[in-house]
Nanobody
Framework: QVQLVQSGGGLVQAGGSLRLSCAAS??????MGWFRQAPGQEREFLAG????????AYGDSVKGRFTISRDDAKNTLYLQMNSLKPEDTAVYYC?????????????????WGQGTQVTVSS
């Protein structure tokens, strides 16, 4: 079982930046990702990174603005969010899965962080 503890998030003005962190503990994991969920909407894929940290992928809504990275020495996953927009407001989740390649679907991840609110004001 992998435990994921998130930090970061909060309130920011449009155009601003935030960084989310996700500290992992427990058994070995490979792929990691970030998702978000707004009220009344499905959980949306934002970014994923493979086991080696050599490949990343992004959802269309955040491509060019968000950057996923991992520091395996610290067992920590990051999401750097720049040029934030009011439509980025949601609860953000980190996730871990047992595959090797970047994973895009929630069904490919078996562990989830507790979620953190990000609110972008206009």
């Amino acid at each position: 079982q992998v435990q994921l503890v998130q930090s970061g998030g909060g309130l920011v003005q449009a155009g601003g930046s935030l960084r989310l962190s996700c500290a992992a503990s427990g058994r070995t994991f490979y792929v990691m990702g970030w998702f978000r969920q707004a009220p009344g909407q499905e959980r949306e894929f934002l970014a994923g990174i493979n086991w080696a940290g050599s490949r990343t992928a992004y959802g269309d809504s955040v491509k060019g603005r968000f950057t996923i990275s991992r520091d395996d020495a610290k067992n920590t996953l990051y999401l750097q969010m720049n040029s934030l927009k009011p439509e980025d407001t949601a609860v953000y989740y980190c996730s871990a899965g047992a595959g090797l390649s970047v994973a895009y679907s929630t069904t490919e991840y078996h562990s989830w962080g507790q979620g953190t609110q990000v609110t972008v004001s206009s």
